[in-house]
């Protein structure tokens, strides 16, 4: 079994920064998929970005190209995802996720386990 710990998050003003980690116990991490998604309030969970096990092939929806970053670090079991220019419209409950399929996946329904998430709250 897979355990993830989301950390990062936060109260920021619009156009700030923040990095979200996640950090994964119980099996190694390079073995899985990674994403982010968010939630907010009222909305369905939405993908943000992915990264496939090495890390050498990332994927960003569009609302976020150029403003966030997806890495990961596998000798830390950390996956982390770097917001930069932040905008009111990014605030909700952010969730880790790992996948045993490989690629990067878009569908949430494709990961097999799910951190607690972590709030982001951008002021404008």
């Known amino acids: 079994q897979l355990q993830l710990v989301e950390s990062g998050g936060g109260l920021v003003q619009a156009g700030g920064s923040l990095r979200l980690s996640c950090t994964t116990s119980?099996?190694?991490?390079?073995?899985?998929?990674m994403g982010w998604f968010r939630q907010a309030p009222g909305k369905e969970r939405e993908f943000v970005a992915a990264?496939?096990?090495?890390?050498?092939?990332?994927n960003h929806v569009d609302s976020v190209k150029g403003r966030f970053t997806i890495s990961r670090d596998n000798a830390k079991n950390t996956v982390y995802l770097q917001m930069n220019s932040l905008k009111p419209e990014d605030t909700a409950v952010y969730y880790c996720?790992?996948?045993?399929?490989?690629?990067?996946?878009?569908?949430?329904?494709?990961?097999?386990?799910w951190g607690q998430g972590t709030q982001v709250t951008v002021s404008s």
């Open positions: 996720a790992a996948s045993v399929r490989f690629g990067t996946r878009i569908d949430r329904r494709e990961y097999d386990y």
């Open positions: 119980g099996r190694t991490s390079s073995t899985y998929s």
């Open positions: 990264i496939t096990r090495s890390g050498s092939i990332t």
